[in-house]
T-cell receptor, first 116, second 113 residues
Framework: GAGVSQSPSNKVTEKGKDVELRCDPISGHTALYWYRQSLGQGLEFLIYFQGNSAPDKSGLPSDRFSAERTGGSVSTLTIQRTQQEDSAVYLC??????????????FGQGTRLTVV | KQEVTQIPAALSVPEGENLVLNCSFTDSAIYNLQWFRQDPGKGLTSLLLIQSSQREQTSGRLNASLDKSSGRSTLYIAASQPGDSATYLCAVPPGGSNYKLTFGKGTLLTVNP
């Protein structure tokens, strides 16, 4: 596609429910990233995919968070048993995996998650 | 641990003014630095990426400079317009990394007509 596409754009869920957020990266981009932007906080890194594997999951805040990527393309971020502190904007980005210094990241519009 | 600071946190200027946004980072072992723009309720739009071997990059009315040794970057906006109103974020990879980004908290720019 022309850009990184995320769905849904907004999600309201009840505390304790599971949610799935989807990211469709730019065609041909092998690297994919998830970030979280909480109110009053900066953007924080969650997880990085290279192809279908995730060499860096260090930013996932708890074991309620998981992510997968299939076919080297679409990625899904799953949050189980949502809590109110999970409310945030979840942003996905992708980049070409070129030599260091050339990995310009392109972001989607984000999914605004509200846990009530 | 890489830390990124942006000054000022907010800036309000009249239309037509030239302005400078500042970004500093603690670990100078970076591969690149990227400037983004974020409109309210929207995602991030990439503005400029400066590789570590470069000193500046230009795109239209925007010019970004990088002084890697001192851990500083500036974003210069010429002849500002109301449409430039947004939050501007700078981001760098942690030292030795070329993928994940550490972000500053941004500068909220308002350009008044």
């Amino acid at each position: 596609g022309a850009g990184v596409s995320q769905s849904p754009s907004n999600k309201v869920t009840e505390k304790g429910k599971d949610v799935e957020l989807r990211c469709d990266p730019i065609s041909g981009h092998t690297a994919l990233y998830w970030y979280r932007q909480s109110l009053g906080q900066g953007l924080e890194f969650l997880i990085y995919f290279q192809g279908n594997s995730a060499p860096d999951k260090s930013g996932l805040p708890s074991d309620r968070f998981s992510a997968e990527r299939t076919g080297g393309s679409v990625s899904t971020l799953t949050i189980q048993r949502t809590q109110q502190e999970d409310s945030a904007v979840y942003l996905c980005a992708s980049s070409l995996n070129l030599s260091p210094g050339h990995t310009e990241a392109f972001f989607g519009q984000g999914t605004r998650l509200t846990v009530v | 641990k890489q830390e990124v600071t942006q000054i000022p946190a907010a800036l309000s200027v009249p239309e037509g003014e030239n302005l400078v946004l500042n970004c500093s980072f603690t670990d100078s072992a970076i591969y690149n630095l990227q400037w983004f723009r974020q409109d309210p309720g929207k995602g991030l739009t990439s503005l400029l990426l400066i590789q570590s071997s470069q000193r500046e990059q230009t795109s239209g009315r925007l010019n970004a400079s990088l002084d890697k040794s001192s851990g500083r970057s500036t974003l210069y906006i010429a002849a500002s317009q109301p449409g430039d109103s947004a939050t501007y974020l700078c981001a760098v990879p942690p030292g030795g990394s070329n993928y994940k980004l550490t972000f500053g908290k941004g500068t909220l720019l308002t350009v008044n007509p």
